[in-house]
């Protein structure tokens, strides 16, 4: 199954997914308050939503980004161990999603449900 890891094609598309998506997260952050997004600093009870940047593509960009880093890695680096690894990130993102967005419509209601019909989860015009 790890056949690909021979392919040094396989390598450079890994490598271009893992850069893609490193770019996307960084690029994603800018719009971000990061000591909110880690939870060291509350949201003020006034903020507004995040409607700009890669988030008027996509609703959780750094999501998309961490997808791109998992696949490109394990392209680069295919083995058991990353394997597992990926799928697990893989699975978790769904429930990291529907957590986040149930927060979301807590914090923003109408605003939040509104962007979530306008805008995909994680591939623009897709999911």
């Not at 008027?56 to 083995?79: D, E, K, N, Q």
């Not at 893989?90 to 449900?113: M, N, Q």
Request: with cysteine; glycine share 10%; hydrophobic share 50%.
């Amino acid at each position: 199954v790890f056949l690909v890891a021979s392919f040094p094609a396989f390598k450079i598309l890994g490598l271009l997914l893992l850069t893609a998506g490193g770019i996307i997260i960084v690029w994603a952050f800018r719009h971000y308050d990061t000591g909110e997004f880690i939870g060291i600093r509350n949201r003020p009870a006034s903020g507004s939503l995040n409607t700009s940047g890669l988030n008027a593509y996509v609703r959780h960009p750094i999501y998309s980004g961490t997808l791109l880093v998992m696949i490109g890695s394990w392209c680069m680096f295919p083995s058991g161990d990353m394997t597992a690894f990926v799928l697990a990130v893989f699975l978790y993102i769904p429930f990291g999603i529907y957590w986040e967005e149930k927060k979301l419509v807590g914090l923003f209601g109408d605003a939040y449900r509104d962007y979530q019909r306008r805008v995909k989860r994680l591939i623009p015009s897709v999911w």
